[in-house]
T-cell receptor
Framework: AQSVTQPDIHITVSEGASLELRCNYS??????LFWYVQSPGQGLQLLLK??????LVQGIKGFEAEFKRSQSSFNLRKPSVHWSDAAEYFC????????????FGTGTRLKVLA | GAVVSQHPSWVICKSGTSVKIECRSL??????MFWYRQFPKQSLMLMAT?????????EQGVEKDKFLINHASLTLSTLTVTSAHPEDSSFYIC?????????FGQGTRLTVV
């Protein structure tokens, strides 16, 4: 079955520290991969995406993610976290069959300590 | 860039009434749109696929008679929560994929009292 796992429900980091949010997926082939951020009560903002090509993708707000096919992972990283990064982060996989349905992970809530 | 607009952003309704949520693609045509539901502190779950000019496709466990979806034009899909009850209170969000990358509406916070 297709699924997305974000093992960490909550993560707390100090401002200025590095960050890595984990995402593993189960899919029949290499899917389209996305990371979204959601602030409380808000919609989703796309941070970055992977369709093909270079496995290290750069996104907005200083985020990057690396696709590792052998590990079925697409972890999100940021070298130095800012207090404004506190939010909920969702990893998602998108169908490559043309239906464009998304399956979301359960999300990781990031708390940033001043 | 592609924009999806969702309206209203929030709504409070009485139990037993119906609520309509609109999802518009502003600068592209969308033959397919998706509706997701997000309960507090949970992930987004796909409810249904809205298909322009044909019936919506509902995910398992979603009541099609309760969540009516109409996709009458290439830029508008509506979700109507009929006879709403407090357990329908949730965050509803739509998406439209002009291509593999879907764009999401701002979401609608529904509170049924």
């Amino acid at each position: 079955a297709q699924s997305v796992t974000q093992p960490d429900i909550h993560i707390t980091v100090s401002e200025g520290a590095s960050l890595e949010l984990r995402c593993n997926y189960s899919y029949g082939a290499t899917p389209y991969l996305f990371w979204y951020v959601q602030s409380p009560g808000q919609g989703l903002q796309l941070l970055l995406k992977y369709f093909s090509g270079d496995t290290l993708v750069q996104g907005i707000k200083g985020f990057e993610a690396e696709f590792k096919r052998s590990q079925s992972s697409f972890n999100l990283r940021k070298p130095s976290v800012h207090w404004s990064d506190a939010a909920e982060y969702f990893c998602a996989v998108g169908s490559t069959s043309g239906t464009y349905k998304y399956i979301f992970g359960t999300g990781t809530r990031l708390k940033v300590l001043a | 860039g592609a924009v999806v607009s969702q309206h209203p952003s929030w709504v409070i309704c009485k139990s037993g009434t119906s609520v309509k949520i609109e999802c518009r693609s502003l600068d592209f045509q969308a033959t397919t749109m998706f509706w997701y539901r997000q309960f507090p502190k949970q992930s987004l779950m796909l409810m249904a696929t809205s298909n322009e000019g044909s019936k919506a496709t509902y995910e398992q466990g979603v009541e099609k008679d309760k969540f009516l979806i109409n996709h009458a034009s290439l830029t508008l899909s509506t979700l109507t929560v009929t006879s709403a009850h407090p357990e329908d209170s949730s965050f509803y969000i739509c998406s439209a994929p002009p291509r593999a990358e879907a764009f999401f509406g701002q979401g609608t916070r529904l509170t049924v009292v």
